[in-house]
């Protein structure tokens, strides 16, 4: 059956990696596909959102190395917001490098993401290591990764045989890929797979840097987001709990219609 009109619950059995299945879970339960991106720069400023909005997600979407102040006990207060409101943790790292080097990077330094986070964020480009050298990193712990197949942003050079060769690359690891970064429902037909699309505000824009906005009726409905990114739609907002209640209950919506037909 299409992946697009299957209910979340009904789609836990096909996925093939922990982090998925506990996301479609928490999307089932909480009734809320909304994932924020809490690019602040202080970490005062993310955990008092997380206190506000934390109901409301599914998931939050960090980048831990744009943070000013950022200390070890910071990680501890985010795991445990997470488990308090019960969503996961997305560090936006965007791996790039040569297999070796993303072990280290995953696994030391500073940040120690793999201590922390449920699941990252890979690029396909550098070729089928940096998959097996996270495979080897996460080794049957709970984590997973969410490989970019398209981007959101103007002029990217990702293309169509770029998009079909990194979803065959995934296949071979099928053991931790929560899902794909991607904008169309085209990208992969396998409902056990995520797709995770930013790029959303309430209505159609641009940022000036390339960053194009769609909405959620164009995201969910036509292009099957299953987990919406939303940064400074609510971060910039007047009222950020307000306005996350607002994106909640606009992709909820969106996501009953598409499954409804
Ligand atoms: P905003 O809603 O404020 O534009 O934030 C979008 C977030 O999603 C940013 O953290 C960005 O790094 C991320 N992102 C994106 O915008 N487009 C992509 O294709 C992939 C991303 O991870």
Redesign the pocket.
Same mark, same amino acid.
């Given at each position: 059956m299409e992946r697009v009109i299957l209910p979340y619950e009904k789609r836990i059995d096909f996925a093939t990696n922990l982090v998925a299945r506990q996301l479609f879970n928490i999307m089932a339960t909480k009734k809320t596909n909304l994932c924020l $991106?809490a690019?602040l720069t202080m970490t005062t400023g993310i955990l008092d959102l997380l206190e506000k909005v934390g109901e409301h997600i599914c998931m939050v979407?960090t980048?831990i190395d744009i943070i000013d102040d950022f200390r070890d006990d910071f990680v501890v207060r985010l795991k445990q917001l997470a488990d308090r409101f019960n969503f996961l943790i997305l560090e936006?790292r965007?791996y790039a490098d040569i297999g070796h080097t993303v072990s280290l990077q995953y696994s030391k330094g500073l940040y120690k993401i793999g201590e922390w986070a449920d699941c990252v964020?890979v690029h396909s480009l550098p070729g089928e290591g940096i998959l097996k050298a996270l495979n080897g990193s996460m080794n049957c712990i709970t984590k997973g990764v969410f490989l970019?197949a398209?981007?959101? $942003?103007e002029g990217n050079l990702i293309t169509q045989q770029y998009k079909q060769e990194t979803v065959s690359m995934a296949s071979k690891y099928a053991n931790i890929i929560t899902g794909f970064?991607c904008q169309n429902k085209d990208t992969f037909q396998n409902p056990g797979l995520i797709q995770l699309t930013?790029?959303?505000?309430l209505e159609c824009s641009k940022?000036d840097l390339g960053?194009i906005?769609k909405t959620p009726e164009k995201v969910v409905v036509e292009n099957g987001a299953d987990v919406i990114?939303?940064?400074?739609?609510i971060?910039a907002a007047k009222n950020p709990e307000v306005q996350a209640v607002a994106y909640k209950d606009a992709l909820w919506k969106c996501y009953i219609k598409r499954i409804s037909g």
């Open positions: $991106s690019d979407k980048h936006d965007k964020t970019l398209e981007m959101s $942003s970064v930013p790029g959303v505000q940022d960053q906005y990114v939303v940064g400074r739609g971060t």
